[in-house]
């Protein structure tokens, strides 16, 4: 949301798009890396839950990451709304502890 708005405003530069454009490009990379030789160096449950977050629908990850996104910018809009430093962690951390025992793609959010 903050992009899309210092984008509106014309405060976004090139830096910024090509940060974007290289989180894009990386999550391909990263999902290379299911592959049966990538087990010698994680355990067995880490390997799993991986498979599982690998091979989920299309729908089901896109739904996920559209929810964590929702908790993520409202995390960030209450951090903003706060007064001091102990208001923000407060705020922050209900979104942000939803997103995490709910298991939400952050990958998708991030983009």
């Known amino acids: 949301m903050f992009m899309m708005a210092s984008w509106m405003e014309r405060k976004t530069t090139i830096q910024h798009g090509a940060w974007i454009c290289a989180n894009l490009a990386g999550f391909p990379v990263l999902g290379s890396f299911h592959d049966p030789r ?39 809009w209450r951090a903003n709304a706060a007064q001091d430093i102990g208001g923000r962690i407060l705020a922050i951390l209900l979104p942000v502890s939803a997103s995490v025992i709910g298991g939400y793609e952050q990958c998708v959010a991030n983009m």
């Not at 629908?57 to 990451?65: I, M, N």
């Open 38 to 76: 990538w087990r010698l160096c994680c355990d067995a449950f880490t390997f799993q839950l991986a498979v599982q977050k690998v091979s989920m629908s299309w729908v089901a990850t896109l739904t996920q990451g559209m929810l964590c996104n929702w908790l993520v910018c409202m995390a960030i």
